[in-house]
């Protein structure tokens, strides 16, 4: 029996307004590519995967969220709502008993385009009501009666749908109208600049009651406060609306007395003008004013929101609505705003941010179900948490957060020493995640812990070099060129304290490393040097002569890290240097390996000739190139040496493997000949891989066939097994060997709809016999293609029982499981 349990998730958050939503379950939810990640903002871990969307997840939704938290405190089911990019909209069931996810619906009546924002609120335990727009013109309102067991019905009833005409409504908020009138509001804003207010009761139409005008650019968020307490009488309720003219409004719905004061026949007065429109909603109406204007932002306001109610009683309506709103810009900053105690007038009392050079602006911010903790998400993908720690007074500190690519994951390499990860991604990113030693005891958890390359192109491979000396990798992007990178002293030093027991051989720090860390330069591609005495020097000039302009890049201080780092850290204080250009190839690079011995790396590129399709083999150290391989008329997509590194094997577009004998002759001269080549698939081969004790190799097309080879006397290739057809393309493989012998064998597929697959290949005196193992479940899975896998180098040796398998994919996630053989 073969068991795998999921070790780690990492992935970043999809680059939209409302993808997040932090629920009173006090787990956060946000949209990774087409998939619905779920994380725990305390242990800065990614849970686990939602597959289901074919499109990108655009916005997601808690029943109940955070507003709700202090009526949902035995609640032991919580709900999620996702839409995405087609218009889809699901709901999903959490069990916290249980700790498991189902699927439970999806919405029959679709948006035609995608869906843009989902707001809803909690009429009682079991039913809600939810409003979902799209850039359709179209807004949805339905009813949800929950059940109250796992695993039961929902019943979904589709109250209204408001056509909104060309511009197109981008932010909706509901509340319950304050007075026990039974009647709902429903706040919608967008690109007309002004908020519209339709009115209806629970179960019937909603109709067009007023709009509120005054801000001069698009209406990005919209958030009701629950009824606020005035005078001992709830029947007031605020609405906070934010802009991309920066500025943020709060707006005022006072219950009136009577209706008749306002109903004279053709006289408009000036108060009309001063207090603003009413709201009549049955036989009550509501006096609507601008409380407050609050301006400190200087770029666009993409959230606001209240701070979550805070329970006063037992009694389930106990509770208090505090004055606070937090709101989350694209200058870098979230602030809470809250009024004076005398004077009443709104001010900024809190100021967090990312100050880094490399933060664009964040896209929402969010309050913790107890309002000690403010999320947002930036632009680039990442998370960023503050809480408050203060015992007095405030004191918000920078928190651990989970962290991954926002773009497809398209290559991945270990560590000779299995210490650590490496990933490249379409986002112009390389990261290293690594187990970080948890000496409190309770195991090791998994975080990005370095940035080692932020490029100006897309990044397509990587190999890291696996043989002696300080930690290198060479990095292929969409420029032709490969750069090599040197681990600096500050990261082998990291490494040491904190991913390697004390107990291991101190082989990661060796004599004369000088340089501490890198600097970016201000075109983003070639990463400088810090040596170790200039970083000392710069420390010890004054802070006044460092001038700040537009011009320079702002040093980096590269440190060793104690605990895992935050995003500012990670983005700016964790590069490598940049030893080595390898120029040669004619296109975009799409394929690297390195050799066992980490003494040669193969490289390839994009082609359509058979010049261009040519493999280049540099030495390692020297970095010249020693060899150009001809064989293939297409783009090579995947190089493997053999275990003893005396034979190259390739697979390309053109269908065809290529088998190159490499031969060392002393120290420096290599000489290589093609001995196999061979049309082996009917479609495109991704991927190919060596078995780690024999001359025998696999070959994953997108024809869905995996076919095993053997190698008789390093000249001729046959045909040993075709495994049965799969599901769809073969994207990944990956071999490992089981036990000091060649006997046995687990081979990782992974494949163009997100699944992998573990098989047991056997060798007997006839051939192989291959079985399946195990099938991933879906939801440990990729939601898209799988673009590589790996097996963990293992520092145990080969009789472990339990190895790690990574693997990375489309869906901007990389992942590692934990596999028990």
């Given amino acids: 029996m073969v068991e795998v349990e999921r070790v780690f998730v ?59 938290a202090f009526l949902a405190q035995q609640w032991k089911l919580h709900y999620l709502l996702s839409g995405d990019a087609d218009g ?54 339905w009813e949800i009666i929950l059940p109250l067991a796992a695993g039961g019905n929902c019943k979904l009833s589709h109250l209204d749908a408001l056509s909104i005409g060309s511009k197109t ?80 409004r709060i707006w005022k719905l006072v219950q009136c007395d009577s209706v008749t004061s306002f109903e004279k026949k053709g006289v408009i007065g000036l108060s009309s003008y001063i207090d603003g429109p009413v709201l009549v909603a049955g036989s009550s109406s509501y006096q609507i004013s601008l409380e407050s204007l609050l301006i400190g932002h200087e770029d666009w306001v993409y959230s606001v929101q209240w701070q979550p109610p805070s329970v006063t009683s037992a009694e ?16 870098k900053t979230m602030m809470i705003w809250q009024p004076e105690q005398t004077s009443g007038i709104w001010m900024n009392v809190v100021t ?50 989970p962290s991954g690519h926002y773009a497809a994951v398209s290559d991945i390499s270990w560590a000779r ?91 990661d720090i060796q004599q004369g490393v000088q340089i501490l860390g890198a600097n970016m330069s201000a075109l983003g591609l070639s990463q400088k040097p810090i040596y170790v005495y200039a970083a000392q020097e710069t420390r010890e000039r004054s802070v006044s002569e460092a001038v700040d302009t537009l011009e320079t890049v702002p040093e980096a201080v590269p440190v060793t890290l104690t605990e895992p780092p ?17 120029y040669g190839h004619g296109n975009e690079l799409f394929s690297l390996c390195c050799d066992h011995q980490g003494k040669l790396v193969a490289s390839s590129c994009k082609a359509q000739t058979v010049a261009v399709a040519e493999i280049w083999l540099w030495e390692v150290g020297s970095w010249k190139a020693v060899g150009r391989l001809q064989s293939h008329n297409l783009t090579v997509t995947h190089m493997e040496f053999s275990h003893d590194d005396n034979l190259l094997l ?31 698939h009917k479609r495109i081969i991704w991927a190919c891989t060596w078995n780690p004790f024999g001359h025998e190799f696999a070959t994953g097309s997108r024809d869905k066939t995996v076919k095993i080879w053997g190698i008789d006397n390093k000249s001729s290739v046959k045909l040993l097994l075709t495994l049965p057809p799969f599901s769809s393309s073969v994207t990944a493989l990956s071999w490992l060997g089981v036990g000091h012998q060649s006997k046995h064998g687990l081979l990782a597929i992974g494949m163009e709809n997100g699944l992998i697959e573990l098989w047991h290949l056997c060798q007997t005196a006839s051939g192989f016999t291959a079985n399946v193992a195990v099938r991933l479940d879906s939801f440990m899975c990729h939601a898209s293609s799988v673009q590589r896998l790996a097996w963990r180098n293992s520092e145990k040796g080969d009789d472990c029982r339990n190895v790690q398998l990574a693997s990375c994919g489309a869906d901007n996630c990389v992942r590692v499981f934990e596999v028990y053989v």
């Avoid at 106990?318 to 709101?327: F, V």
Wanted: aromatic share 10%; net charge neutral; proline share 3%.
């Fill in 10 to 68: 990492g992935a970043g958050c999809n680059r939209i307004v409302n993808n997040v939503s932090w629920g009173a379950s006090n787990l956060v939810s946000f949209g990774a590519h087409n998939a619905l990640s779920i994380f725990c903002p305390f242990s800065a871990q990614i849970l686990t995967t939602l597959p289901g969307h074919k499109a990108a997840v655009n916005c997601t939704f808690w029943l109940p969220n955070t507003k709700f």
């Fill in 352 to 401: 967090v941010g990312e100050l880094s050079h490399c933060a664009l602006g964040f896209y929402g911010g969010h309050w913790s179900p107890n309002g000690d903790a403010i999320l947002a998400h930036g632009y680039g993908g990442s998370f960023h948490l503050w809480k408050d720690v203060g015992v007095d007074s405030a004191n918000w500190q920078p928190q651990r957060v």
């Fill in 88 to 141: 889809v909209i699901m709901l999903w069931e959490y069990s916290l008993a249980e700790k498991k996810w189902r699927h439970v619906l999806t919405v029959p009546e679709q948006h035609k385009k995608g869906v843009t924002c989902i707001s809803g609120i909690m009429l009682s335990t079991n039913e809600a009501i939810f409003a979902s727009t799209s850039s359709d013109g179209t807004v949805n309102i």
């Fill in 316 to 331: 389930k309506s106990g509770y208090i609505q505090p004055l606070s709103i937090l709101s989350a810009s694209m200058d």
């Fill in 566 to 582: 935050i995003e500012d850290q990670l983005a700016w204080h964790t590069l490598w240097p940049e030893s080595h250009k390898l």
């Fill in 650 to 680: 390739s697979v390309s577009r053109d269908r065809q493997f290529s088998v190159f004998a490499i031969k060392r002759k002393g120290t420096e001269e290599i000489s290589y000949e093609l001995v196999a080549r061979q049309e082996a």
């Fill in 417 to 507: 020493s299995g210490k650590f990860l490496l990933s490249v991604s379409h986002d112009q990113t390389t990261r290293i995640f690594a187990p970080w030693l948890n000496h409190t005891g309770n195991g090791n958890s998994w975080h990005e812990i370095a940035r080692p390359q932020v490029h100006g192109h897309d990044i397509n491979c990587v190999t890291l070099i696996q043989g002696e000396g300080n930690y290198r990798f060479v990095s292929g992007a969409d420029e032709k060129v490969a750069r090599v990178f040197e681990a600096p002293l500050s990261f082998l030093k990291t490494l040491n304290c904190s991913v390697s027991d004390e107990s291991d051989a101190q082989e």
């Fill in 169 to 248: 409504m981008v932010a909706l908020a509901l509340a319950e109208l304050p007075g026990n009138t039974g009647h709902l509001v429903l706040a919608m804003g967008g690109l007309d600049n002004k908020v519209h207010l339709y009115c209806g009761e629970r179960t019937g139409k909603f109709l067009r009651a007023c709009e509120l005008k005054g801000h001069s650019d698009w209406i990005r968020n919209l958030d009701f406060s629950l009824p606020v307490d005035v005078n001992n009488k709830r029947n007031t309720l605020l609405l906070v609306s934010s802009s991309q003219d920066k500025t943020i």
